[in-house]
C-alpha cells in the first residue's frame, strides 16, 4: 500500500530563513505528486504538483520541489519565509495515469514562521 | 477556476440525529469526488472515493451504513452522516476531479460537532 512521510512534526523558522520540508513515499510505480498548504482557518490550496518532467517543480509563493525518484523523495523548499507562510503542509501521492485513485496524504507539518 | 464548496460550513446536531453535507463543484463537472476526515493537528483521512452515478468505495474501517455517500450528478456530492454520535465530531472535507484530471480540489471543509 502507498505511505507517505513527513519528517518533521513541527518546524519553527525566524522570517527570512531558509525551508526545507522532507517527504518520502512508499511505492514502486509511476507517481503524481503533490504539496498542499492550509493556512489558519483556511481549506487546502495546492502549492505544487509533479506528474512528469523536470523533477524541479516551481510553485505559488515562492515555493518549489524538487522528485528524486532514487529517493522516493519530493522534499519542499523555499529560500526566505515569511510570516504569511506559517501553516500546514501536506505532501501527498497517488498513482499516475489510474483513472479515479485516491491521493494518499502525509501526516502534514506545521510551520510556525516568527517574525 | 476550480472551485469547490461544502454546505454547510459549521453544524451542530444533537446524539442520534443525521446530518447531511453537500459538496459541489461550481466551474467543472466532477466525475470523481472524495470524502475526508480531519481530526484536530492531524492529516486527512480519505473515507471514501466516489464516482458520479455508481456506488462509493469505502476505505477500510469506515462504516458505509453509518457514512452514507451519494454522488447523483457530476457537480453534486453528499455525505449524510447517520445517528451521530459524539466521537463523529470532526473535520469533513470533500475534494474533486474533473475527468481526465489528476488534479484535486478541496472545499472548505464541515465542522461537525455532535452534542
Known amino acids: 500500500a502507498q505511505s507517505v512521510s513527513q519528517h518533521n512534526h513541527h518546524v519553527i523558522l525566524s522570517e527570512a530563513a531558509s525551508l526545507e520540508l522532507g517527504c518520502n513515499y512508499s511505492y514502486g510505480g509511476t507517481v503524481n505528486l503533490f504539496w498542499y498548504v492550509q493556512y489558519p482557518g483556511q481549506h487546502l490550496q495546492l502549492l505544487l504538483k509533479y506528474f512528469s518532467g523536470d523533477p524541479l517543480v516551481k510553485g505559488i509563493k515562492g515555493f518549489e520541489a524538487e522528485f528524486i525518484k532514487s529517493k522516493f523523495s519530493f522534499n519542499l523548499r523555499k529560500p526566505s519565509v515569511q510570516w504569511s507562510d506559517t501553516a500546514e503542509y501536506f505532501c501527498?501521492?497517488?498513482?499516475?495515469?489510474?483513472?479515479?485513485?485516491?491521493?494518499?496524504f502525509g501526516p502534514g507539518t506545521s510551520l510556525s514562521v516568527i517574525p | 477556476g476550480a472551485v469547490v464548496s461544502q454546505h454547510p460550513s459549521r453544524v451542530i446536531c444533537k446524539s442520534g440525529t443525521s446530518v447531511k453535507i453537500e459538496c459541489r463543484s461550481l466551474d467543472f463537472q466532477a466525475t470523481t469526488m472524495f470524502w475526508y476526515r480531519q481530526f484536530p493537528k492531524k492529516s486527512l483521512m480519505l473515507m471514501a472515493t466516489s464516482n458520479e452515478g455508481s456506488k462509493a468505495t469505502y476505505e477500510q474501517g469506515v462504516e458505509k451504513d453509518k457514512f452514507l455517500i451519494n454522488h447523483a450528478s457530476l457537480t453534486l456530492s453528499t455525505l449524510t452522516v447517520t445517528s451521530a454520535h459524539p466521537e463523529d465530531s470532526s473535520f469533513y472535507i470533500c475534494s474533486a476531479r474533473g475527468a481526465g484530471r489528476e488534479t484535486q480540489y478541496f472545499g472548505p471543509g464541515t465542522r461537525l460537532l455532535v452534542l
Open positions: 501527498a501521492v497517488n498513482r499516475a495515469k489510474t483513472s479515479y485513485d485516491k491521493v494518499i
